[in-house]
């Protein structure tokens, strides 16, 4: 079966420091692999969406990056961390079947504060 | 372009009476649609789906859905409220370049 990992599942950053967000996908191939962030009462915010090695869009100007050094792997930076960069990032991962989009599949989330 | 509206930002019951969180959907063909659960501090938890199939879709704890093409609407539903779905909820969909689209969240309040 299909299981996705995601850690720390806490972080407190100063500000100005790098972040590291990891997120791995056991089970499955060539997954579609999402980085969301959840502020405080919000929604969740699509950052980055990867369709395979290499292949990431950036949906929103922001303070991060991320990167798929893995078909299964998945991760998010920052080389300095803002305050704004405060909040619930999830990760999460979906597959094409026949041609349809199947449900996704979410991490436990890392909550991340920046002081 | 595809996206889904969840029409109450919060919703309040009281244990043991009816659950109806509502989501439209705006399509130019026939959607997928999901409802996910939020616990705080949490992921997000797959209730149910519609995937073209039937359009009544029953999902894990007593929640439903019900697909209505000529309301472009994904409803969800429970009969009877319980302490433990006290929760956020959300409606999904894709749009065509695969990307998921979230509602906005209806926090759902369950009295005692």
């Known amino acids: 079966s299909q299981t996705i990992h995601q850690w720390p599942a806490t972080l407190v950053q100063p500000v100005g420091s790098p972040l590291s967000l990891e997120c791995t996908v056991e089970?499955?191939?060539?997954?579609?692999l999402y980085w969301y962030r959840q502020a405080a009462g919000r929604g969740l915010q699509l950052l980055f969406y990867s369709v395979g090695i290499g292949q990431i869009s950036s949906e929103v100007p922001q303070n991060l990056s991320a990167s798929r050094p893995q078909d299964r792997q998945f991760i998010l930076s920052s080389k300095k961390l803002l305050l704004s960069d405060s909040g619930f990032y999830l990760c999460?991962?979906?597959?094409?079947?026949?041609?349809?989009?199947?449900?996704?599949?979410f991490g436990q989330g890392t909550r991340l504060t920046v002081v | 372009a595809q996206s889904v509206t969840q029409l109450d930002s919060h919703v309040s019951v009281s244990e043991g009476t009816p659950v109806l969180l509502r989501c439209n959907y705006s399509s130019s063909y026939s959607p997928s649609l999901f409802w996910y659960v939020q616990h705080p501090n949490k992921g997000l938890q797959l209730l149910l789906k519609?995937?073209?199939?039937?359009?009544l879709v029953k999902g894990i704890n007593g929640f439903e859905a019900e697909f209505k093409k000529s309301e472009t609407s994904f409803h969800l539903t429970k009969p009877s409220a319980h302490m433990s779905d006290a929760a956020e909820y959300f409606c999904?969909?894709?749009?065509?370049?695969?990307?998921?689209?979230f509602g906005q969240g209806t926090e759902l309040s369950v009295k005692p």
């Open positions: 089970g499955t191939s060539n997954p579609n």
């Open positions: 519609y995937t073209s199939a039937a359009t």
């Open positions: 999460a991962w979906s597959a094409k079947r026949g041609g349809r989009d199947t449900e996704a599949f």
């Open positions: 999904v969909t894709y749009n065509q370049g695969g990307k998921l689209i």
